[in-house]
């Protein structure tokens, strides 16, 4: 069953304590991001990064049902009901069918009207990320 899983664990990082500008200049460029949905959220985002979120906090449960009605992250649940399992089934799915992962990426930049290196703020992001953060 976890097959698939197996043969990813070489390409999957796990990441934690990192500083501000580490965190966005891990994000530039992922296939995928797991995260909790507070303003971390709103940066994996801004980036374009497909997110799965996990709620940890009571005051984002309205705004991550409405991005989650708006198809812009895959939301796994709530932090003490989502379970290893639930977060294997996740990236399952996202392994046979991986046209969810360009769908929420389709619909975060249609809905935060991002085009493709035309962003002038995300492009200067990027280039403060780029001078900025260490090497991971």
């Known amino acids: ?24 200049r891990l994000m530039k460029n992922k296939d ?6 507070g303003i971390n959220l709103l940066e994996r985002l801004f980036q374009s990064l497909p ?3 996990i709620c940890s906090a009571n005051n984002q449960k309205e705004g991550l049902k409405e991005l989650k009605d708006r198809k812009i992250i895959y939301f796994l649940g709530y ?17 046979n069918k991986p046209r969810i992962i360009n769908k929420l990426r389709k619909n975060t930049n249609k809905y935060f009207n991002i085009k493709s290196n035309s962003n002038l703020l995300r492009n200067e992001l990027n280039k403060i990320i780029d001078k ?5």
């Open 51 to 53: 997110s799965v979120v």
């Open 79 to 95: 932090k003490n009901k989502t379970s290893k399992s639930t977060i294997i089934n996740c990236l399952e799915s996202f392994l």
């Open 32 to 37: 995928l991001s797991f995260g909790a949905g």
């Open 1 to 24: 069953q976890n097959k698939h899983l197996q043969f990813l664990c070489p390409y999957i990082k796990i990441f934690y304590n990192l500083t501000n500008l580490e965190t966005l």
């Open 132 to 136: 900025n953060a260490r090497q991971i």
